[in-house]
């Protein structure tokens, strides 16, 4: 598993994201605006929507917070007009990565992830220069409870996915792009709303790093992430369980 992946699961785990749950729900909240605008209001005819309410579910999102995301969306057209936004580039020990933006200020976002990409010993690279290391894939999760790593496997191979990995946390389900909605859909149907679920960018090959490098690579997807303009972080390093347990309980 990617040492990015696994790096977020150790999170999900030691609910990491406590502190900084305010931030989080302001960029669910976000997505929630955009995709009500881009779409319309209704997620039963707007999949985006769909996906980004379940998701901002998953993180607990209190129910009226999403109600104003969505009406915000909804609504004239005025206030801020945001966009989706790729940055790539280098991180420690040569490590690529992927930084997904939703943005209204395309030159504040650029200068603020170049940035911190110089501060925490990485280099913003040019629009697909790491992107070909990288391939899309959708993904689906669900809490370990909700079934067992053998009922998960069967349910989500029968309904079209590529991949499970189960751990004592959650089941992170992977298949085709294209066959994001079904196998999404289909495992609704019998597992009820997913934790969260949307398109990934998953490594082709992984990076093996040392301790260091390791650490000096979660300083900087942790700078990043906290940025507002920030969605997600993709990283193709790989390092072990102790590394990156260590890691996390020193951060």
Known sequence: MAGHSKY????????????????????????ITVAAK?????PAMNPRLRLAIATARGQSMPKDGIERAIQKGA???????????RYEGYGPGGVAIIVECLTDNKNRTAGDVRSLFSKNGGELGATGCV??????????????EKASAEEMFEAALEAGADNVESGEEIH???????????VRNTLEEKFGEPEKGGLIWQPKVT???????????????DALEDNDDVQSVTANFEASDEVMEKLLASG
């Open 131 to 144: 992107g070909f290391m990288f391939e899309r894939m959708g993904e689906v999760v669900y809490p370990a």
């Open 38 to 42: 881009l779409g319309g209001p209704d």
């Open 75 to 85: 609504g004239s057209g005025e206030g801020e007009n945001y966009e989706d936004i």
């Open 172 to 182: 992170e389900i992977t298949c085709a792009p294209e066959a994001f909605g079904a």
């Open 207 to 221: 990076v093996p790093v040392s301790e260091d490098v390791a650490s000096g690579i979660i300083k900087l997807i």
């Open 8 to 31: 977020a699961n150790i999170k999900h785990r030691k609910g990491a994201q406590d502190a900084k749950r305010a931030k989080v729900f302001s960029k669910l909240g976000r997505e």
